[in-house]
């Protein structure tokens, strides 16, 4: 295998088992809220994995920021205002058609990576915050009656684990843009069919 094709299939083969391993990780709790800080730091690595909705935005985001050759602000927004999104909801703030508007900023990111849409860092890192408040808001349903601590810890998965999945796929855009821009109207796709 050539070292131009063993990378991707490395890296693919290194989702797989961190997916798996997110999931059996996400099960200890069995549908419970985390009542430890291991489990809310398991649940965060693991939820935005397990749910591919949440990996696909993710995944866009950081390949629209690999795209636009703009730095990393609209993957590090789409992080923070998962955060946000989540302490939203904890705190008791609603967020009406909350799984419409996951699907929709998970379509409306596979579209803008299908059509390569370059744009200011400024609006892709607010477009991206509105998009992280919608899915942390969604994933915030997973720790609503968790004590503080098991929270912190969740909140602190979720950031770490969406962050580094965001600046792959940032690095990976920058790696191949040049050589696959159909490849990256293809992931643009997948993005959509996920959602």
Do not use: C, N, W
Not at 106 to 126: E, F, H, K, W
Not at 167 to 193: H, K, M, T
């Amino acid at each position: 295998m050539t070292a131009s094709i063993a990378r991707p299939v490395a890296l693919a083969g290194l989702l797989v088992v961190l997916s798996a391993a997110s999931a059996f990780a996400h099960h200890p709790m069995g549908g419970e809220v985390p009542r430890t800080v291991f489990h809310g730091l398991l649940s965060g690595l693991g939820h935005p994995i397990i749910g591919l909705d949440h990996l696909a935005a993710i995944v866009g985001v950081g390949l629209l920021a690999g795209i636009a050759r703009r730095g990393l602000l609209p993957v590090i927004a789409f992080s923070a205002a998962v955060i946000v999104g989540v302490v939203a909801h904890v705190g008791g703030v609603g967020l009406p058609g909350g799984e419409f508007l996951v699907g929709l900023t998970t379509v409306l990111i596979g579209a803008l990576v299908i059509v390569r849409q370059d744009m200011s860092p400024a609006l892709a890192a607010a477009l991206f915050a509105v998009a992280g408040f919608v899915h942390g808001h969604a994933l915030g349903e997973a720790v609503v009656g968790a004590e503080q601590t098991p929270i912190a810890a969740y909140l602190i998965g979720l950031f770490v684990v969406q962050s580094a999945i965001g600046l792959a796929a940032y690095a990976a855009a920058l790696r191949f843009a040049e050589r696959a821009r159909a490849a990256l109207s293809i992931a643009g796709a997948v993005v959509d069919r996920k959602s």
